[in-house]
C-alpha cells in the first residue's frame, strides 16, 4: 500500500479527478469503481478534489458517462437486439497523456468507458453485454458525441428446390458494365433477370428490413439443371438488420408464395456465422437425373455396368476452364443405373462424389474425362436434360 501511495503522491502534480486517480490503480484491488478508488487515494494524501471538467487527463469524459448511455440506449432503439458490446473512440491527445501518467497497475480510459457505459445500457435497457457475438457494437464517439452502430449480419439455414431451368443460383452481374446498368443487360446490370439468390431474400430482406445480403449455397447447379428432391443447403446472411426476430414459419410461407413454380424453401433456422464455411466446405455426394441423347448402336448397358463404382479422371473441363484451375480431378461414380432406355434415348439415374463433372462423365468432354459413358459404350452421348434429384449426407 505503501509503495501505491507513493506512486500516487508522484501522480499528485497532475491535476486528476477521482476516476482519472483512481484509474491508474485498478488492478491494485477490485471491487470498487476507479472513481471510488481514487476518492480513497485522495483522502489518504490529503489532496484537493478536481471535478472531470477540470481534469487534466480526460478533459471531462468521465464525467459524460451517463449522457453518452443515454446517447447509445437511443440509438440502439432502431435495431432490434439481444446482446450488445460497448466500443468507444477517444482523441488522441488524451491516449497520449494517459500514456504519460500510466502505472503498471493501470486500466485504460477506454476500457472504463467501454464498460461503464455498458452497465448502464444494461441496466436501462436489460439487454445483455456479450464479448464474442453481439449483435451490435456501439461505438461511442467521445470527441463528437456521435454513437456509431455495427449491426452484425444475421445467418439463416434452409434447403432450397430450383424447380425450372433458365436460372442461375446466384445474383450475376453483366459482364460489360459489371452492374451499372447499360444496353447489353437491358439496364439492369445483370446477366439474367432472375437468381434463386433473389428470388429467396426478396421477402428476407423486406421481413427483416435489411440492407443487403449475401448468399452462400453448399455447392451450386449450373444455370440449365434442376436442383430437387430433398433439396440444397444455403445459408441466407443478412446485412444490417433492422429486426432479428421473425417467425422464420412466417418467412418460409412469404418465400414460397412469392417464387412459386421456380423456387421453394423449406426446414429454415437460424444459424452461426461459422455455419458458412462449414457448408462450403461440406462434401455431399449427389444423385442426379440424366436424360441422354445418342445415334448408333452403342453398348449402353455395358457402359453403365462399367462406371458403377469406378473411379473416373476429370480434367478440368473447357466450360469451366476460365475459372477454375486446369488440374485433374479424380472421383467415384458411386451408383449408376438406367432407368430407362429406347433407340435414341435413355434416362439415367447417376449418383457421384462431391465435385464430380456430370456433363463430362457422359460426353468425355473430348477426352478430358476417362472413362466416360461416350468412351465406354462406343458411341457420341450428349446430356438432353439433368436434375440434381438427392444431396446426400456427409461421409
Ligand atoms: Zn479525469
Ligand atoms: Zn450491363
Known amino acids: 500500500m505503501e509503495e501505491i501511495l507513493e ?14 486517480l483512481g484509474r491508474q490503480f485498478a488492478q491494485v484491488e477490485h471491487g470498487m469503481t476507479n472513481s471510488e478508488r481514487g476518492e480513497r487515494i485522495r483522502a489518504l494524501l490529503h489532496l484537493p478534489e478536481k471535478s ?3 481534469c487534466w487527463l480526460c478533459e471531462g469524459l468521465t464525467g459524460e458517462i451517463e449522457k453518452f448511455a443515454k446517447l447509445a440506449i437511443e440509438k440502439l432503439k432502431e435495431y432490434e437486439h439481444d446482446t450488445f458490446l460497448v466500443g468507444c473512440r477517444i482523441d488522441e491527445e488524451i491516449l497520449r497523456k494517459e500514456r504519460e501518467v500510466a502505472t503498471p497497475h493501470s486500466e485504460s480510459i477506454k476500457r472504463e468507458i467501454n464498460r461503464e457505459v455498458g452497465k448502464i445500457v444494461a441496466q436501462e435497457s436489460g439487454k445483455t453485454p456479450e464479448f464474442v457475438h453481439p449483435d451490435i457494437v ?22 432450397y428446390r430450383k424447380l425450372v431451368r433458365g436460372i442461375p443460383q446466384t445474383k450475376w452481374y453483366c459482364r460489360k458494365c459489371r452492374g451499372r446498368g447499360c444496353d447489353y443487360c437491358g439496364h439492369t446490370g445483370k446477366m439474367y433477370e432472375e437468381s434463386v439468390e433473389e428470388l429467396i431474400a426478396h421477402k428476407a430482406l423486406e421481413l427483416f428490413g435489411a440492407e443487403d445480403e449475401s448468399f452462400h449455397g453448399a455447392g451450386r447447379e449450373d444455370i440449365d439443371v434442376r436442383m430437387l428432391g430433398n433439396g440444397r443447403p444455403f445459408i441466407l446472411e443478412l446485412k444490417n438488420p433492422r429486426k432479428r426476430h421473425i417467425n422464420l414459419e412466417k418467412l418460409q410461407g412469404e418465400i414460397n408464395k412469392y417464387a412459386q413454380t421456380k423456387v421453394t424453401v423449406d426446414d429454415l433456422r437460424y444459424a452461426r456465422r461459422e455455419e458458412v464455411e ?8 449427389k444423385t442426379y437425373r440424366i436424360t441422354i441423347a445418342y445415334e448408333g448402336n452403342g453398348k449402353l448397358n455395358e457402359a453403365v455396368n462399367a462406371l458403377r463404382g469406378a473411379e473416373i479422371a476429370q480434367r478440368t473441363p473447357t466450360r469451366v476452364s476460365h475459372r477454375r484451375a486446369d488440374k485433374v480431378r479424380y472421383r467415384k461414380v458411386m451408383d449408376m443405373r438406367v432407368e430407362n432406355a429406347d433407340a ?22 473430348d477426352g478430358r474425362t476417362t472413362p466416360s459413358l461416350s468412351e465406354l459404350a462406343g458411341m457420341t452421348i450428349t446430356v438432353k436434360e439433368l436434375d440434381v434429384i438427392e444431396i446426400g449426407d456427409e461421409k
Open 138 to 159: 456501439v461505438i461511442v464517439n467521445t470527441m463528437y458525441d456521435l454513437i456509431e452502430l455495427e449491426v452484425n449480419p444475421l445467418f439463416i439455414y434452409g434447403r
Open 278 to 285: 462449414e457448408l462450403k466446405n461440406a462434401r455431399h455426394p
Open 52 to 54: 472531470p471538467d477540470e
Open 7 to 20: 506512486e500516487a503522491q508522484k501522480l499528485s502534480t497532475y491535476c486528476l479527478c477521482d476516476a482519472c
Open 344 to 365: 435414341c434415348e435413355a434416362t439415367l439415374v447417376v449418383k457421384a462424389e462431391a465435385g464430380t463433372y456430370i456433363k463430362e462423365l457422359v460426353t468425355g468432354d
